[in-house]
């Protein structure tokens, strides 16, 4: 029985290879490169999750850390990329803007999403590589080298996780509905705001979830793990990669307004249309106070 198992995951892991290769990596060269520098700075996250004398932490700012092993992912990311592709500039998390300012090719880095679980132990976070062309996201990677979930996503070519294609979930109310949030813990000025809003999500769907890693929130959401996920004031770095797996999985990202300003506020709502349209209905866009929209 054991051996038949084993034969059976065996074969799996060959097939998910080949359809990995064959439908998403082999014919976009610089996704295959997002993703062989996820793997890299994800190897370095698994060797030091749950080793806490293996590196440093240092508070950014109030409750925003980093620590040695963030840089060490970014530097290795940035290497990689810069590697295969000298003039293009890179915007990444821990060292801003570097390459070339003046490309019109831009990737955009987080090297640990999901920092605070990192430094806690807590084995959920992720690396988040995009490409943007002239400011339009091409390609996006999401990796969580914890459970090995590679998720993928070249614009107009479907998303994929592990190279098997993924789609929102097709829920149409928020009745059963999970929905990811987090708590705007960085801007404490929003949160009574937030928390009225926060009330009238919970009186409405079945629960809730803040797990701690933007991108894997909106990848949750393209997977149909998650029914929706909204949250405010994600910088690019959190977002750029998911937003694309997200809307390449047949979800829609919007602002609090139901519109775009969210690639510059970085105040997301997301889901399958018609739960888009749900959650925007509870947050009582017309009522909503100026920062949160
Ligand atoms: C954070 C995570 C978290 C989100 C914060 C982000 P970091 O990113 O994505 O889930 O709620 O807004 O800043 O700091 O761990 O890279
Ligand atoms: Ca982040
Ligand atoms: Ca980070």
Redesign the pocket.
Known sequence: MHEVFSDIRVYETLRDAMLFDKWNLKMHPMLNIAARAARSAGNLIARNLGQQGSFEVEEKNKD???TTI?KQCEKVIIDTLLKSYRDHSVLA?ESGVVGNPDSEYQWVI?????????VKGIAH?AVSIALRHNGKTEVGVVFDPMLNEMFTAARGEGAFLNGHRIRVSPRDSLDGAIIGT?????YRDRMPAYLELFSRLIANCADVR????????LCYVACGRFDGYL?Q???P??FAAGDLILREAGGIVSDFMGETGYVKSGNLVSGNPKMLRALLKICDVQNLPAILK
């Open positions: 925003d850390l980093v963030d998390e987080d090297p640990i999403d999901g920092t605070t679980n990192f976070c987090a708590f705007p813990t960085r803040r797990m701690g890693s933007a991108s894997l929130d949250e004031g994600l910088k770095w959190d």
